[in-house]
């Protein structure tokens, strides 16, 4: 059965997904995004921290994220909804970036100035009068909470630095729905509950791919933005040998507990933080509580998992003991309670923490892939990414030879897209969810 002959389809309706389809269709392509879920953003989005932050170990990283923190803050105006619906919002806190251990603050410093990103540096009296309940006393590198030596110390304190214009989108899997509905006000149709298991090639080009229930989509353009199930459909597609890069599916916790007191108040939330110090990260969420996640230091075994479909949604208590006893030695007055709460989701972890955006070897197959648990913040700006990428390579830019430019509209920035090339240098990252 034939089901229609579309410019381009998308495997995935995450966030990422839903933005390329979005601006794929904004090019004037009729565009079809298929999903073997029931809802745009009910895989790994759903499961998201949303965190909007801009601290990245590379200049096209920070650039990155700067430009698309300007999308999220006039999210309205990006996606051009027309009648009264919910949409998801961004929660302005700002974020604070505690020192890292081994690591010079003039290093992050020096790529916010290069890319014009607003900060403040506060030493550790600063830290207490903005956050009242911290311990700013330097405990890393990360250790295992059972080891003795966690809480040996401190040596010496930590200062940080602080974003004012950071914060976190308040609905993500919502967002991903925004998206999706501004890329249907453009003609774009979803096909949900659709299982992607073959990829049609003629010639070396990519000529379509047929779903589980006998459906055939003919088209010339195919992105690859599912997500943990990635590496398997650019198997059935036959590509990834040229790859420098590797990916892997990662499952990773995110724990909620109720927030100490000083952190904020309903009215003025505390802001993110991001300890590398300790390994955890944090962010409010609503009725006063906070949602903590770990920054997958060395110390933390990786969750690799072969199939995430078997991969369990739910929190674990060595998960939640783990980095909430990290909050806790940050926060003390945070309680730890017994029994964990929190959800887990399985994200495509490229070796290097940073996302693959570009074309293949196979002609009009391209990938949004290798997200790293890191890039819900970048999402808007890499669905014009791709779109840049279908229409240049599409009309015969060598991207490889040349890699593309893109202008960031708002900022002014220029990215690098070759920084997201599948042939890049393995180990310009950081090497942790950091990015």
């Known amino acids: 059965m034939t089901a229609g002959r579309p410019d381009a389809v998308v495997v995935g309706a995450g966030v990422i997904g839903a933005a390329v389809a979005l601006e794929l269709a904004r090019t004037g392509r009729q565009v079809v995004v298929v999903d073997k879920a029931g809802a745009a953003g009910h895989g790994s989005t759903s499961a998201s921290s949303a965190i909007i932050r801009f601290n990245y170990s590379t200049f096209d990283g920070v650039a990155t994220a700067w430009e698309a923190r300007h999308l999220w803050a006039s999210w309205p105006d990006h996606l051009r909804l027309g009648g009264n619906r919910p949409l998801a919002a961004f929660r302005h806190t700002g974020a604070v970036l505690l020192d890292a251990p081994g690591g010079s603050p003039g290093d992050a410093a020096a790529l916010f100035d290069r890319a014009g990103v607003p900060y403040e540096r506060w030493d550790a009296a600063t830290l207490r009068r903005h956050l009242p309940g911290i311990d700013p006393g330097r405990y890393g590198p990360p250790k295992p909470v059972d080891d003795e030596a966690f809480f040996t110390g401190p040596a010496g304190q930590l200062g940080a630095l602080f974003t004012p214009d950071a914060g976190y989108v308040d609905d993500p899997q919502l967002a991903a729905q925004n998206l999706a509905d501004a890329a249907a006000g453009l003609g774009t149709r979803f096909r949900f509950h659709s299982t992607v298991v073959g990829v049609g090639q003629r010639v070396g080009r990519v000529a379509g791919i047929r779903l589980a229930d006998g459906t055939r989509l003919t088209t010339p353009v195919v992105v690859n933005a599912a997500g943990p199930w990635s590496g398997g459909l650019n198997r059935l597609a036959g590509v990834g040998g040229e790859f420098t890069i590797g990916v892997r599916p990662l499952r990773q916790e995110v724990h909620q507990v109720a927030a100490p007191d000083g952190y904020g108040t309903a009215a003025d939330p505390g802001p993110?933080?991001?300890?590398?110090?300790?390994?955890?990260?944090?962010?409010?969420?609503?009725?006063?509580?906070?949602?903590?996640?770990?920054?997958?230091?060395?110390?933390?075994?990786?969750?690799?998992?072969?199939?995430?479909?078997?991969?369990?949604?739910?929190?674990?208590?060595?998960?939640?003991?783990?980095?909430?006893?990290?909050?806790?030695?940050?926060?003390?007055?945070?309680?730890?309670?017994?029994?964990?709460?929190?959800?887990?989701?399985?994200?495509?972890?490229?070796?290097?923490?940073?996302?693959?955006?570009?074309?293949?070897?196979?002609?009009?197959?391209?990938?949004?892939?290798?997200?790293?648990?890191?890039?819900?913040?970048?999402?808007?700006?890499?669905?014009?990414?791709?779109?840049?990428?279908?229409?240049?390579?599409?009309?015969?830019?060598?991207?490889?030879?040349?890699?593309?430019?893109?202008?960031?509209?708002?900022?002014?920035?220029?990215?690098?897209?070759?920084?997201?090339?599948?042939?890049?240098?393995?180990?310009?990252?950081?090497?942790?969810?950091?990015?």
């Not at 180990?427 to 990015?435: C, D, Y």
Request: hydrophobic letters at 35%; charged letters at 20%.
């Open 272 to 435: 993110v933080v991001a300890d590398p110090d300790l390994g955890t990260y944090l962010r409010p969420a609503p009725g006063g509580h906070l949602l903590i996640g770990g920054t997958q230091p060395a110390c933390d075994p990786p969750d690799w998992t072969d199939d995430p479909d078997k991969a369990s949604p739910h929190a674990t208590v060595h998960g939640f003991r783990t980095q909430v006893t990290r909050a806790a030695h940050r926060f003390p007055g945070l309680t730890v309670p017994n029994r964990p709460t929190g959800i887990a989701g399985v994200y495509d972890v490229a070796d290097d923490w940073t996302p693959i955006y570009d074309r293949t070897a196979l002609d009009g197959y391209y990938v949004a892939m290798g997200t790293s648990g890191n890039q819900f913040k970048n999402a808007p700006l890499v669905g014009r990414f791709l779109a840049a990428l279908v229409d240049r390579v599409e009309a015969g830019h060598d991207h490889d030879r040349e890699p593309l430019r893109y202008r960031c509209e708002l900022t002014g920035n220029a990215v690098d897209l070759g920084a997201f090339s599948r042939l890049r240098p393995a180990g310009g990252g950081s090497g942790t969810v950091m990015g």
